[in-house]
């Protein structure tokens, strides 16, 4: 496989819109821990970049100032999510308005469950070595 002219070609960052920006920051912060990165404030939108201790990979939260909903749509997956304590993590998502979309299942050495967030995100916390 060729990378072309590219010395890096890494998955940078995925973004999530939001209807209200400051909720779904407390929502990340307070069931992953996310640290909060650089805050992007424009005329149309305010977005910020959360990411996880040691991971460069961010998740940006975007929140448009227009007022106008955003779909999410049927045409992209589950934002998944590593953790060595499904079960915790898991609880801590419902404990904070979260729903269960798929019940913690085994698959090999892999369990995973997804949650839907308040804003209608999909999740898909992963932990490997377990089985339910």
Known sequence: MTQGSASRCDPGFVKLHVPDLEAAITWFDTVFGWSHGQVLDLAEFRQVALSAPGNPFDVILRCWKDGNPREI?????PLGVRTDNLDAVLSGALANGATVVREPTSAGAVTFAIVR?????????IQQGIQV
Do not use: A, K, Q
């Open 117 to 125: 967030t308040p804003d209608g995100h999909e999740i898909e916390l």
């Open 73 to 77: 749509g049927n045409g992209w997956g």
